[in-house]
């Protein structure tokens, strides 16, 4: 069956689904092969919960007309979400980086939903499946189409790129992270680069090429230099002649900004915050949206998903940034941090995943930024820390998250400022139930 054909079906479910578990009447399954799991064997199941039809790559579970045999359900699902994407005369945005994709997505749908029907990837589903998702999940009403994509190795984002085509690229910037996949710091600027290429494609026509734009902060020379000769609207703290000048910034803990004669006073913690939002207000910009609905929207937002969240618990006042790490976050919220305002200082830091042969030596960096602060309590916790253990006055070093629980437990830290920072497969977010 052709792909047109099979989105006509498409067209009359409620959409797709791929988990067997979440089907409700007349919604479209989709059975993906996953790592412990083969889905083809729920499609029995889907059609008895009401699906409307089931695709399946598997004819052992053939099971009649409702049943679309194909060659591969995951190349179906990409095919079918870019046949999708033709259909639909709107602006798609792509972002890709390596810190702060998601904040910044969540940051531009909260100021184009101002004046704009939008419609964003939901969490983190950034990948060869999420991004198909996300774009199955607009419809004709939708005015704007934001698109986070992830990636971690080479060509990742090159394919997700054909898959959503873009009219608008946003890269946040290039950092160590999933260096094992990317092959080092150069392989992450030629991975998230690609987003740059596929704007710069000699496939588009001069009509088409017009109509495609780069969003660049000018303080930062790799996105400069990677994107010469495309479309560029551009945002700065420093260089007056960007589209959008940022007047003054400041982080104590929450950044405020100014801009033009506004001043927004956000609910995000830490300077590294400043260019996601200096992004969103440049996105505001370009589609024209009114500042004051600008301003209200970046202040209205309160982040989630233990991104840089600041909480309260007994007498400790805690930054919670548990959602993922590498190198490159992890300096600028430790920076950021000791930049704070508060006598009694705390970190609880755990390993950096998936940086490969470089993984101790990162580890060991991050340690040193840290070793000539003796008024700040270090814990490390993590494989990695601690094989990099230091002895100093203000250091402990846990093998694992039972020995820091014990610790913690035993200690019970009061009236401090707290940062916990780590890699998502730390789950740090249990300290929580702690302190």
């Not at 820091?404 to 890699?423: A, C, F, H, Q, R």
Request: include cysteine; aromatic fraction near 10%; charge should be negative.
């Amino acid at each position: 069956m052709k792909i047109s054909e099979i989105y006509k079906l498409l067209l009359q479910s409620n959409g797709v689904v791929i988990d067997s578990r979440k089907i409700q009447k007349n919604d479209f399954f989709v059975a993906i092969k996953g790592e412990n799991f083969d889905a083809n064997t729920f499609a029995q199941q889907a059609l008895d919960n009401g699906a409307l039809c089931v695709v399946i790559d598997n004819p052992d579970y053939y099971i009649d007309q409702q049943t679309i045999l194909v060659k591969s359900s995951l190349e179906t699902l990409q095919q079918l979400a870019n046949f999708h994407r033709k259909q639909l005369a709107l602006p798609i945005i792509a972002l890709t980086g390596s810190n702060g994709k998601t904040t910044s997505k969540e940051l531009i749908n909260a100021v184009l939903s101002e004046k704009y029907k939008t419609k964003a990837t939901v969490g983190n589903l950034n990948n060869h499946i999420g991004v198909p998702l996300t774009l199955l999940s607009f419809d004709y009403k939708t005015e704007v189409g934001i698109v986070e994509m992830g990636a971690n190795h080479k060509q990742e984002i090159e394919f997700l790129c054909q898959i959503a085509e873009p009219n608008l690229g946003y890269i946040t910037n290039f950092g160590k992270a999933h260096l094992e996949g990317f092959g080092g710091f150069e392989g992450v600027i030629q991975g998230k680069s690609e987003l740059y290429q596929y704007i710069q494609s000699e496939n588009f026509d001069e009509e088409e090429v017009r109509q495609k734009w780069v969003f660049i902060n000018l303080d930062d020379a790799i996105q400069v230099e990677k994107s010469e000769g495309l479309n560029r609207f551009t945002f700065s703290f420093n260089n007056k002649n960007a589209a959008v000048f940022i007047n003054s910034v400041e982080a104590n803990p929450f950044v405020k900004i100014k801009f033009e004669d506004t001043e927004i006073q956000s609910n995000l913690v830490g300077m590294y915050n400043a260019p996601n939002i200096a992004a969103a207000i440049a996105f505001g910009k370009y589609f024209r949206v009114d500042t004051q609905k600008i301003k209200k929207a970046i202040e209205n937002y309160i982040p989630t998903n233990n991104r840089s969240q600041i909480i309260e618990k007994n007498s400790n006042k805690i930054i919670l940034d548990a959602y993922n790490a590498n190198p490159s976050s992890m300096k600028v919220a430790i920076e950021n941090f000791l930049n704070l305002d508060g006598k009694s200082k705390m970190m609880i830091l755990g390993d950096m995943f998936e940086l490969g042969t470089e993984s101790l030596q990162e580890h060991k960096n991050i340690i040193s930024l840290v070793k000539d602060k003796p008024d700040v309590e270090v814990l490390f916790v993590g494989n990695d820390f601690y094989s990099n253990r230091t002895p100093k006055e203000h250091f402990t070093f846990f093998e694992s998250f039972e020995k820091l629980e014990k610790y913690i437990l035993t200690k019970k830290p009061v009236n401090k400022d707290i940062l916990i920072k780590g890699s998502r497969g730390m789950a740090l977010e249990r300290t929580l139930d702690l302190l």
